[in-house]
């Protein structure tokens, strides 16, 4: 149960920070083999590609754990505490059934004929590697909606007692 725990608390930070800090090794290398060695990495640039796209999809998901995204608080500002938690309902489960969607059309996407057959240019590597960062992405963001719906009607319940 403890690992379980730690994995909910810390599997996006840490697979975010493991590849950026890839990203920035590649960079790095492929920087110093350019202008150092006079001959660049080939594949070092299409890696990095594939390490952000996953990266960015991975930080999605753990700035809705942490509930760090964007957004205009203008008009929620303007209501009282207890209409603002009805509201962040609302929200949540607006942008739950966005990503549950999103989920199932990328999974539809990946499993065409026409891209489950790719290969990417310089590595070789299976095109729906790249693309299932977007259903894996949505799909842990979808669990931390989730657990924020639950955190905000946990809240709601303990102020009506």
Not at 118 to 136: C, E, K, M
Request: aromatic share 10%; charged share 15%.
């Amino acid at each position: 149960m403890a690992i379980l725990k730690w994995l909910d608390q810390n599997i996006e930070k840490m697979l975010v920070s493991m590849l950026l800090a890839a990203i920035v090794l590649l960079i790095f290398a492929n920087v110093i083999m350019r202008y150092v060695m006079n001959a660049s990495l080939s594949w070092g640039e299409e890696l990095t590609l594939w390490f952000f796209v996953w990266f960015v999809w991975l930080a999605v998901s753990y700035a809705f754990q942490n509930r760090e995204h964007v957004r205009i608080t203008v008009l929620r500002d303007l209501l009282s505490e207890r209409v603002r938690l009805y509201a962040d309902i609302v929200i949540d489960l607006l942008v739950l059934a966005f990503l549950v969607m999103l989920t199932i059309e990328c999974v539809k996407l990946i499993m065409l004929p026409f891209v489950a057959s790719q290969n990417s240019v310089v590595l070789g590597l299976p095109i729906p590697i790249l693309y299932a960062s977007a259903p894996v992405g949505a799909a842990l963001s979808s669990i931390r909606v989730v657990q924020n719906l639950i955190r905000t009607v946990r809240t709601i319940s303990a102020h009506k007692t």
